[in-house]
């Protein structure tokens, strides 16, 4: 596992999240390269909204969280 990816600490709704079966690195695009399949499979996701307080909690930097940028999450939130 490469070191962009975050150490998960599990919660029961993760095993209802749509990205359990997809691979992280659609999670974590290149910079600048979009991040559609990512979005698309959040966009259907039963638990976004836990992800994205989860991801809140954890003030991550990186990656698609409830299929926005950590950045847009955090600036939604503010």
């Known amino acids: 596992m490469s070191?962009?990816?975050l150490?998960?600490?599990p919660h029961d709704w993760m095993t209802d999240a749509n990205c359990a079966t997809t691979s992280p690195d659609a999670f974590f695009p290149?910079?600048?390269?979009?991040?559609?399949?990512a979005r698309k499979v959040c966009a259907?996701?039963?638990?976004?909204a836990q992800c994205?307080?989860?991801?809140l909690n954890l003030h991550v930097r990186d990656?698609?969280?409830?299929g926005v940028s950590?950045?847009?999450?955090?600036?939604?939130?503010a």
Do not use: Q
């Open 3 to 5: 070191a962009k990816y």
């Open 44 to 48: 259907v996701c039963p638990v976004k």
């Open 30 to 37: 290149e910079l600048g390269s979009p991040a559609l399949d």
């Open 63 to 66: 990656g698609i969280w409830a």
């Open 7 to 9: 150490p998960i600490t």
């Open 52 to 55: 994205a307080e989860y991801a």
């Open 70 to 77: 950590a950045r847009t999450l955090r600036r939604r939130a």
